[in-house]
């Protein structure tokens, strides 16, 4: 079995820079960081820990870890003590138990920032579930009451762009975490059968990513099933008290795969179909296939974000589909995405649809360069049926390399 790949110190010095290159470029003397229950983590670019915390991080100096609780500290000191090597050292000066107002406040105060420059990372982020940023209200209204002199720049989304980029010893964490991402979804083509509950389905599916050593980004997994199902999350039984559903012949068996290895997050949207197969969905199948396939050729240095959504738009358009979830994403973070509920004009069937599924585009535009990680994830819709591809993608010099094979054609069993 080969040895995972790591991160090594040269990772954080090579991000630590290039942070700071923005924070010249911008006249920012700190920054706070904000990570927080924040779906993306962010404060993790530049810990490489998971400490749902917050970094003030100084353009000269050692930065300081707020965490929420002292457990987050011990973690740190264990993983040193197994061998491991802490990105922020120095647990006495360094780190802090608590990230409120205050305690952020104090840290500013003791490193001499009242009247400085501060840069804000986490208060206008946007990624799923937290469209309008991670950090809390009276965090952020007590820190900016304490600086009346000081001038606050947000920058949530060029830090966004300063992550997007990444380095060779990130691109093969990304690698191995897509090749766990490949395992879970063969994993779930063996598993989708006639009269499997989901749950059995599920629970091969993270089986395969914790024996691979890996982890989650929420929700965890998003897994549906039947014929013509729109709905898109965590099936009824992880939240209600109802039981699993029993998969049936000529149904699709569909999940949304978020594996997490170092840090570094890759997707895999998986859909499988038992035989017999729907005409509608062996049509939409194919549709939502030539979309990856534009997309894989549009990405490319140099182009615009917006340009490869436009372009993975034209299948669709062209037989009459729409689209419920973005046909494209970035990864790592997880901030631009393409538009959603598009097409629901071209499709009669969506009539009672059209009130509650408005189009809507979270994402600005974004020039893409070699070293960014994208999800290509195009769903095909008509009426109710829907049919959901896709992998993770990182972008080369000349193009694009694909990091997934079974996620991105509907798979046939039975």
């Known amino acids: 079995m080969s040895v995972p790949p790591t991160l090594s110190l040269k990772v954080r010095d090579r991000r630590w820079a290039a942070v700071r290159g923005l924070m010249q470029e911008k006249g920012i003397d700190c920054l706070i960081v904000t990570g927080l229950l924040g779906r993306e983590e962010l404060e993790g670019y530049l810990t490489n820990d998971s400490a749902t915390g917050i970094v003030v991080f100084p353009l000269e100096g050692d930065p300081v870890y707020l965490v929420w609780s002292s457990t987050r500290v011990f973690k740190s000191m264990e993983g040193a003590r197994r061998g491991g090597t802490p990105w922020i050292e120095n647990w006495q000066d360094n780190w802090v138990v608590g990230c409120t107002g205050h305690h952020v406040a104090a840290v500013l105060k003791k490193k001499g920032f009242e009247s400085s420059t501060i840069g804000i990372v986490g208060v ?82 993270v089986g395969e990513i914790l024996r691979n050593g890996a982890g989650f980004r929420m929700p965890n997994l998003i897994l549906q099933t039947g014929i013509d199902n729109l709905s898109w999350g965590q099936p009824a039984w992880m939240y209600e008290a109802v039981p699993p559903r029993q998969v049936q012949a000529g149904e699709l068996v569909m999940a949304e795969i978020f594996v997490v290895y170092g840090g570094m997050e890759t997707q895999q949207q998986m859909c499988a179909s038992l035989k017999p197969v729907h005409p509608v969905n062996l049509e939409l199948a194919g549709v939502a296939r030539r979309a990856y396939e534009i997309g894989l050729e549009a990405m490319r240095p140099g182009r615009r974000f917006m340009e490869v959504a436009e372009a993975m738009e034209a299948p669709l358009t062209e037989a009459g589909c729409w689209h419920q979830t973005p046909l494209l994403h970035s990864i790592n973070p997880l901030s631009w995405l393409g538009p959603t509920n598009v097409g629901l004009d071209r499709s009669p069937e969506t009539e009672e649809f059209k009130t509650i599924a408005q189009p809507y585009c979270p994402a600005a535009d974004l020039v893409i360069k ?7 994830e195009p769903n095909a819709c008509r009426g109710r049926h829907r049919v959901n591809i896709g992998g993770t993608i990182i972008v080369t010099e000349h193009g694009a390399e694909e990091l997934n094979n079974l996620a991105t054609r509907m798979q046939v069993v039975g």
């Open 370 to 376: 070699p070293g960014m990680v994208f999800e290509l």
């Open 124 to 205: 206008s982020n946007s990624a799923p579930h937290q469209l309008e940023g991670c950090m809390t209200y009276k965090t952020w209204s007590h820190v900016l009451e304490s600086f009346p002199k000081a001038r606050f720049v947000e920058v949530s989304g060029e830090f966004g762009e300063v992550m997007l980029v990444k380095g060779e010893e990130e691109l093969a964490v990304i690698r191995h975490s897509a090749a766990i991402g490949e395992k879970a979804c063969q994993a779930l083509l063996e598993a989708s059968r006639p009269g499997a509950p989901e749950s059995d389905i599920a629970a091969v599916v």
